[in-house]
């Protein structure tokens, strides 16, 4: 009874194509955006800037690795290399054409990276399951090669991890150590919300249900007429520009520094887990999953102390790993659209509460 | 215009220059290539009779390493450790059909190989938690000298030779088994067609658990020979990466694919290393691999040896 | 495992008691930033170890430094940058504030200069991270004294033309450079460069990729290609007993392979024991437990506080050990200079700043042979007297066989100011006058 659509009426064509049709979601969403946009009044400096900053800018490369695996059933094992060519990308833009404004120089970053991704993409048009996870492996220890042997991309500095260059937004610093987090979270969550918003009406546009077709059953999506390399390219490219954006925004609102080691394959791995986690095939679940794998190990490491426990670093970060394992097979098994699907069951039962049918 | 005389000229004629070098180049390729042929051993068996792409190979080669040094190290005989081992791993395979397997039949094979990432993960914690993560140096008394053969030129490891006749008598033990035991015939039957192979009776559940226990078994004989060398240690798991590419080039359904794949592989990636590395700035033997297969991909999906039964788009 | 985690528990558990009371009349924070796991775990532990083991010996015999004890939370990195930065957001503010930071790992060090010079917490990279910190005018709050890796990539340069009985005899001679293939490990190659140049060597680059850290044969193979009259070798974690394994199955002879200071532990050179024997490595501390210090951590351990017998006197122990000397010796010069027991971050960094470590201090702290002379000044962050010892694995320990070889500071300098310049120019610093 609390959650119900009924009465909730369209009378235009516009009202019933609405991004979200029901009135109580939208609602719930504004006051999503209304917290959001609250949390630097209330939150302590180091909650935006070491949880909601890297989490924002992990839902994004999420939901990149989300289209291309939960909308178009591709795999990769790259996200982590394409997420580090955004963040040099940015860096050569940033530094080379200083005058740029930064979010446009991120965004170029994006672009670029998208040409990478159509790159490594190709051997998709001839292959498609595990045997794509091996392209994409290679995309992910050729691209960390080349950023680190090319002195070009770090403007042939000496040390190799170059900074990157403090810019303002509106007169305010948004990257560099002047950045204040809180002009560092609107910056990032600005972003979020943007692709955000992009991504929820590229998956119901015809792009969106043409890889959603090519996922379910490639042969008949090739017969109704989609044509499967343009698809499935365009999903790379578009997953890639998510994730270059991250990337960009990861090394110039949150580690500061331009390092190949925080894009390893290891990174890959994690953004995996959030997609799988979270629900394939769900963009809310790309947040879901990016709370929940940012914030479950920094979980683990404090619980301990809470409860008055003392356990060594080393056998949190074990458990960790095992935590993870079984979390992925488990929802692989019993829930395969992840946190998402639980979020929807949820809503479900509100629906009927507090009648029993 | 000098690019490619470095690329083309240069290391052919080096090559021309000392043959021994070459030579030794190419076996220590081939040996460290008898390590990749080994984990791809565990992927194709696995492959075969269940569809399951095993990303968790390269762990199990961890955790069935870690196991056994660990008990060496709390003073159990090497030969009781490893029998020990073995049956760990058997508990494992059987473990693994029971949770993991069984509730997940029939689904997706993407979703089969995120589900064994999974398993990647909780076994590397699952090893590191019990033995610890720290560097094991494992002796078992396998020779560690090097010979010098013609005339003192080429250097060989005596370890490498001895992993490559202990991979080449396992190989033929598997070989005979699948050809001669009922079970081997079973599997075989399986991996042709799991329906028929069902209706006459194969109990599949049963031969999964082999499979898997045999590719715990491979990958106990493939740690033994490497922690041997380096040491028992995490990064294992990173180097069975590229057994990923081995498949690719030698084909997912094939014994002898998975082997001279990983033979080429071995050896191509210390050649292009040693003559043309230096030309890109050294370091490409991390992503030679890789690259090869993505060659391979586009213009060969099946690889070498395996069967066309790759979706192909 | 398990039986060691209840001691370590039972340990930590002492320790939490112990600054419980401590924390009530004022101490000064430190955050601790392990990487008790993952790969480099077997660095990590000794290193954190020694660290701790100095401050909690102070705490137990001094009860700090100037009535002021130390307190100390560990927050375990990995070794992963970002785990560091969260690191370091999550404990910066803990105690009433940090006073100074070792980050222990070159990745986070470069996500943190900027960072903390904004929180006014200096950090103190001994022998890491960026070396262009060492210009002070434009890196205030980093501090990278005894040595960075240029001056010792040019001590070692230095070394090599002492054996070979005169720099001039460098010339055609071939020196392999086996490194790391990371910002960290390429981090030497400028002045070998520029030093390979000046004295006529030839250098002949193998960078070990990062995922074959413990595959390096193709490596070498090249060096057995080339046969180079000396290998230098800059490795980190399992790089380090890989390569030594390697280097022993070619037969390299072990005298010419000289080490960094990050590739001389012991846990790099056990697994080869005895094929490692003769390996030499650069280090900027002395080896062993024969110092007077040991018998104050021995007695702060007979009182169940630290980390009793693990890795006590291994060379990151003591690492750990000599980075804490320099702290808690900057905190002293603080103290005498501000009249005051309780220092902020920016008065550990005067402290830091004017530090004057003499042969008759280092002979008061019991540290004689352990800790390097050292003076920092404003513009020299680095201390004025850049030097490394050789260390020498005997198939047992290590032994120091050589006296302090000095840098090639005319050489190093300039490439110093050069990158720091070019850092400022990229960041809009006015580098800060110093006279």
Redesign the interface.
């Known amino acids: 009874m609390l959650y119900r659509e009924a009465g909730d009426f369209k009378t235009t064509y516009a009202k019933d194509q609405a991004l979200i049709p029901i009135r109580q979601d939208r609602v719930m969403l504004y006051i999503a955006i209304a917290l959001a946009l609250l949390l630097p009044f209330v939150a302590s400096d180091y909650f935006l800037g070491s949880i909601a900053i890297p989490v924002l800018i992990m839902v994004i490369a999420a939901t990149g690795l989300n289209l291309l695996l939960g909308y178009c059933g591709q795999i990769s094992l790259g996200s982590g290399a394409f997420m580090a060519a955004g963040a040099y990308m940015a860096y050569k833009c940033a530094t080379a054409f200083p005058w740029l404004p930064m979010p446009v120089s991120i965004i170029l970053a994006g672009l670029a990276t998208a040409m990478i991704g159509i790159a490594f993409g190709l051997p998709a048009v001839r292959i498609k399951g595990f045997y794509l996870a091996v392209a994409t492996l290679a995309a992910q220890f050729f691209l960390l090669w080349l950023f680190t042997h090319v002195p070009w991309f770090v403007n042939y500095t000496m040390s190799g991890v170059p900074t990157p260059p403090p810019a303002t937004v509106l007169g305010v610093y948004v990257t560099g150590a002047d950045a204040p987090n809180w002009a560092k979270y609107l910056f990032v969550l600005s972003f979020t919300a943007f692709l955000t918003w992009i991504a929820y009406n590229l998956v119901r546009s015809r792009i969106g249900r043409s890889w959603m077709a090519i996922r379910d059953m490639d042969i008949a999506a090739e017969l109704i007429g989609i044509r499967p390399l343009w698809t499935k390219l365009t999903a790379f490219a578009i997953s890639s520009f998510y994730c270059g954006v991250a990337g960009a925004l990861w090394s110039f609102c949150f580690i500061n520094t331009v390092e190949p080691t925080a894009f390893d394959i290891n990174r890959s791995f994690q953004i995996l887990f959030m997609v799988i986690i979270g629900g394939l095939g769900s963009i809310l679940g790309s947040y879901f999953g990016a709370i929940f794998i940012t914030l479950f190990p920094i979980f683990l490491n404090s619980a301990p102390a809470w409860l008055g426990l003392d356990i060594p670093g080393d056998i949190i970060t074990h458990l960790e790993f095992m935590i993870f394992g079984a979390m992925i097979v488990f929802f692989l098994i019993v829930e395969p659209n992840g946190l998402a699907r639980l979020w929807q069951l949820g809503k479900e039962k509100l629906r009927l509460w507090p009648f029993p049918h | 215009m000098e690019f490619l005389s470095d690329f083309f000229v240069a290391p052919i004629m080096e090559m021309v220059d000392a043959p021994e070098f070459l030579a030794e180049v190419i076996i220590a390729g081939l040996m460290s290539g008898v390590m990749y042929s080994l984990v791809g051993l565990g992927f194709v068996l696995i492959f075969k009779a269940s569809g399951i792409f095993n990303f968790a190979q390269g762990v199990m080669v961890l955790f069935a390493a870690l196991n056994f040094v660990g008990l060496m190290d709390s003073g159990v005989h090497p030969i009781i450790a490893f029998i020990a081992t073995v049956v760990i791993m058997t508990v494992l395979a059987m473990a693994i059909e029971r949770v993991v397997l069984r509730r997940l039949v029939n689904q997706n094979q993407l979703i089969l190989f995120m589900s064994t990432i999974g398993i990647a993960f909780f076994l590397e914690g699952f090893g590191e938690l019990i033995w610890g993560g720290n560097v094991r140096p494992l002796d078992i008394g396998i020779p560690d000298d090097v010979v010098f053969i013609a005339n003192g030129t080429i250097l060989i490891q005596e370890a490498d030779l001895f992993a490559g006749a202990t991979a080449a008598l396992l190989v033929t033990i598997l070989a005979l088994g699948f050809r001669y035991t009922a079970v081997g015939r079973a599997l075989r039957a399986v991996a042709d067609d799991h329906q028929a192979a069902l209706s006459i009776g194969i109990p599949l559940n049963n031969i999964w658990v082999i499979v898997w226990a045999v590719a715990g078994f491979v990958a106990l004989v493939a740690g033994i020979m490497w922690g041997t060398k380096l040491g028992v240690q995490f990064s294992i798991s990173i180097v069975a990466l590229k057994a990923l590419p081995v498949l690719i080039l030698g084909g997912f359904t094939s014994i002898p694919g998975a082997i001279i794949g990983g033979l080429i592989i071995g050896a191509g990636e210390k050649v292009a290393e040693v003559y043309w590395g230096s030309l890109f700035g050294g370091a490409i033997e991390e992503w030679f691999a890789y690259i090869v297969a993505l060659l391979f991909l586009l213009f060969r999906p099946q690889g070498l040896f395996g069967e066309k039964i790759i979706d192909r788009v | 495992?398990i039986l060691r985690?209840l001691t370590?528990?039972a340990t930590?558990?002492a320790t939490?008691a112990s600054a419980v009371p401590a924390m009530a009349e004022g101490g000064h924070f430190i955050p601790v930033m392990?990487y008790?796991?993952?790969?480099y775990?077997?660095n990590g532990v000794p290193f954190a170890n020694g660290y701790v083991d100095y401050f909690e010996m102070l705490n137990h015999r001094d009860g700090g430094v100037g009535g002021v004890p130390f307190i100390l939370e560990?927050?375990?990195t990995?070794y992963?940058?970002?785990?560091g930065?969260?690191c370091y957001?999550?404990l910066k503010?803990n105690n009433n504030g940090a006073v100074v930071l070792s980050p222990w790992s070159?990745?986070t060090t470069?996500?943190?200069?900027?960072?903390a010079?904004?929180d006014e917490i200096p950090l103190v990279t001994l022998g890491y991270g960026?070396?262009?910190a060492a210009d002070g005018r434009v890196f205030p709050w980093v501090f990278n004294f005894p040595a960075t890796y240029w001056s010792q990539a040019s001590s070692m340069v230095r070394y090599i033309g002492q054996e070979m009985g005169g720099l001039d005899k460098l010339k055609g001679k071939k020196i392999s450079l086996v490194h790391f293939?990371?910002?960290g490990g390429?981090?030497p190659i400028?002045t070998l460069e520029l030093l390979a140049e000046k004295y006529g060597f030839k250098m002949?680059?193998?960078?070990?990729?990062?995922?074959?850290?413990?595959?390096q044969?193709?490596?070498w193979?090249?060096v057995?290609?080339n046969r180079p009259d000396y290998v230098l070798f800059f490795g980190w974690g399992?790089m380090n007993?890989?390569g030594l394994?390697e280097a022993a199955?070619?037969?390299y002879p072990m005298d010419k392979m000289l080490g960094w200071w990050w590739s001389g532990a012991e846990?790099d050179v056990?697994?080869s024991a005895e094929a490692a024997k003769g390996y030499k490595a650069f280090s900027m501390h002395g080896a062993g437990i024969e110092y007077p210090v040991f018998d104050s951590i021995k007695e702060m351990h007979a009182a169940g506080k630290g980390y009793e017998g693990e890795a006590m006197g291994d060379v990151l122990y003591n690492r750990g050990l000599v980075n804490a000397a320099y702290i808690a010796e900057a905190m002293v010069v603080a103290q005498k200079h501000f009249g005051r027991a309780q220092l902020t971050g920016s008065d550990v960094r005067w402290g830091l700043e004017n530090l004057d470590v003499t042969k008759e201090r280092i002979e008061e702290l019991g540290l004689t042979g352990l800790m390097p002379v050292t003076k920092v000044t404003c513009e020299n962050h680095e201390g004025t007297t850049p030097a490394a010892l050789v260390q020498q694995w005997d198939g047992k320990k290590w032994n120091i066989i050589s006296d302090w070889i000095p840098a090639m500071s005319d050489v190093v300098r300039p490439?110093v100011e050069q990158?720091a310049a070019?850092?400022a120019k990229?960041?809009?610093i006015t580098p800060r006058t110093c006279s």
């Open positions: 495992m985690t370590l528990a930590a558990v939490l392990s008790r796991t993952g790969p775990a077997p560990e927050c375990e990995g992963k940058t970002d785990r930065i969260e957001d999550r503010n070159t990745g470069y996500g943190l200069i900027e960072k010079a904004k960026r070396t262009s293939d990371h910002p390429r981090e400028p002949n680059k193998l960078p070990v990729a990062l995922s074959s850290l413990s595959e044969k193709s490596t193979l090249q057995r290609k399992v007993s890989t394994k199955a070619i037969r846990a056990q697994p490439l990158d070019l850092y990229e960041n809009n």
